[in-house]
């Protein structure tokens, strides 16, 4: 249970004169759940863009699974096991949302151009079997329904929700979310909450977590990490970060004297 | 009197129609790349003319020209088909992997430079001279309803874009490739991060629309038999207004945006005069932009602020 899936070393990102992310350290193990928190502007989502090779790190390392990522692009990233959500909702907006998980699934579709042209049995094989397991995969979501419609024209939430199960279609080990529950209220906050705690324990998922709910993270993470003007400023248990003066300054300090 | 009448509109219509469906094929070229790269592909054009000569030489090689029938026309069509796939993929690697990263402004000016390129190499190493392409379909009328006559070449053009536009849909519909172009197309750096490697969509796509432009070029050597390097100029602009009359980025709109172009520019020659055929494109063009800008099935994008 402890292979070490991500390791991040002195990650530093530089756009101009603005170090968004300085010397950033992490190392995930199968089997965590850590969040990722900061001050709006702190570099989160500019670390998960580092950390899926989005962005190229201009100094430091990351490593999946012990291979280091520098010359990868992201669907290799993708291929290594990792995967992840956008804190601005990024689905394929004018396709179905069947076709939104059946993309992701694609990876691991055995079928060639031939068998879909041959329609060959291989083809109605690994299609019927990418149709039910995303069928699956929505039903956790309870987005079965909506498989027709366009993803675009669902109900926020939905499109929240759906983002995570297009994730889940990678097969992925480890999953980046970034401010899943951004824009939710307290209810849907609570059962998507619920929700990641059983798909973790269902598909042994390993999951990092930015999160602006404090009251969330704390509940339902066992370790957090802070950062801070991209600089990483605490690391421990939910107990130890309630109580670290300088995280109290840079963030929850702040919340505090509201 | 009034009988007369209507048979001379369906003859144009027909006519029209498979004038139409050639824009159509090479109007497809454009939406694909726009759809997935954001980028006007002005080289398509001579993507279009170098598939021309491709078959002409292929075809003056085996002596097609005294063997007309099917099977030449698929000979050409083939050889046009490997030729243009062949240089989409070279312009596409060469020209605008590069530029992947770079302001979208750059890579079209460098299209518009792989467009010149093409032209001037073109009447370099073919000549400038005009070419008679080989007549591998002999136009003759197969039957008439009334006074309206079905020619043979009409019908071949009508039915070869038709089976191409057809396996397009199937190819983008119902396989793993035409998904994974539709995902790149919605969304390219997400498509990346869900596993797909986008390069090889953009390849592909490249292959797709060039060949489409190689299976016109063969249509388009048979209807007009003159051939030259700069014959690509004015029908790739004409397939390129067809395509944003559609909508840019649609496919099912650039087959409509063919087809209307077709039909209107045949009307215009039948009915007032073939001085306005050019003139009429470009007034199509500039009324879509003026009233629609996105095209007729086009969506409008908002930027978002």
């Known amino acids: ?258 | 009197m009034d009988q007369g009448h209507s048979q001379e509109f369906i003859q144009h219509l027909i006519n029209g129609i498979s004038l139409g469906s050639i824009y159509a094929l090479i109007a497809l070229g454009y939406t694909m790349v726009y759809g997935i790269l954001q980028l006007i592909n002005f080289a398509h054009s001579e993507v279009y003319m170098v598939g021309a000569f491709a078959a002409f030489y292929v075809g003056k090689a085996l002596g097609l020209a005294d063997h007309p029938g099917v099977l030449a026309l698929l000979v050409l069509i083939f050889s046009a088909v490997v030729v243009c796939s062949l240089l989409g993929i070279t312009i596409e690697r060469l020209a605008y992997r590069p530029l992947r990263k770079a302001p979208k402004l750059n890579i079209l000016i460098t299209a518009i430079g792989v467009s010149l390129l093409l032209q001037y190499s073109g009447q370099i190493i073919f000549g400038a001279d005009p070419k008679l392409f080989p007549e591998v379909i002999k136009d003759s009328p197969l039957f008439s309803i009334g006074t309206v006559e079905v020619r043979s070449l009409d019908l071949t053009i009508l039915i070869v874009s038709t089976l191409v536009m057809a396996g397009l849909h199937f190819l983008v519909h119902y396989t793993k490739i035409g998904t994974a172009m539709r995902a790149v197309s919605s969304n390219a750096n997400v498509a990346n991060l869900m596993g797909i490697n986008v390069d090889r969509i953009i390849t592909y796509t490249f292959v797709i629309g060039s060949s489409l432009a190689g299976v016109a070029s063969v249509l388009v050597g048979l209807k007009y038999p003159k051939i030259d390097p700069l014959m690509g100029m004015l029908f790739g602009i004409k397939a390129f207004v067809a395509a944003v009359l559609g909508g840019i980025g649609s496919l099912p709109g650039a087959m409509l945006g063919g087809v209307i172009l077709g039909l209107c520019e045949e009307m215009v020659v039948g009915y007032l005069s073939s001085t306005y055929r050019d003139a009429l494109a470009f007034g199509i063009l500039i009324l879509i932009l003026l009233l629609r800008p996105a095209g007729l099935l086009g969506t409008v994008t908002r930027e978002k602020v």
């Open chain 1, 1 to 258: 249970m402890s292979e070490i899936l991500l390791k991040a070393t002195n990650m530093t990102m530089q756009f101009g004169g603005l170090r968004a992310v300085d010397g950033f350290n992490l190392t995930l193990k199968s089997g965590e759940l850590v969040g990722l928190i900061g001050p709006n502007g702190a570099g989160k989502t500019t670390c998960f863009n580092c950390l899926t090779s989005v962005y190229k790190p201009t100094e430091g390392q990351v490593e999946i699974r012990g291979i280091d990522t520098k010359s990868m692009k992201p669907w290799q990233i993708s291929k290594l096991g990792m995967t992840r959500t956008f804190q601005n909702i990024r689905l394929f907006k004018d396709l179905s949302v069947l076709d939104n998980v059946a993309i992701a699934g694609l990876q691991h579709t055995r079928h060639s151009l031939f068998d879909s042209v041959l329609r060959s049995p291989r083809h109605y094989i690994e299609e019927s079997r990418l149709r039910e397991r995303a069928f699956e995969l929505l039903s956790i979501f309870n987005l079965q329904g909506k498989a027709d419609h366009e993803a675009g024209s669902l109900p926020y939430g939905e499109q929240r929700r759906l983002e995570i199960v297009r994730a889940l279609a990678t097969e992925p080990r480890l999953i980046l979310l970034d401010e899943p529950a951004a824009g939710m209220n307290n209810k849907e906050t609570e059962d998507l909450m619920n929700t990641i705690a059983k798909i973790r324990k269902d598909f042994r998922l390993t999951v990092l977590l930015i999160e602006h709910d404090m009251k969330l993270v704390m509940g339902i993470c066992e370790r957090i990490l802070v950062l801070d003007h991209g600089v990483l400023i605490a690391e421990g248990s939910p107990a130890e970060i309630k109580s670290n003066p300088k995280v109290i300054t840079a963030y929850l300090g702040s919340e505090e004297t509201v």
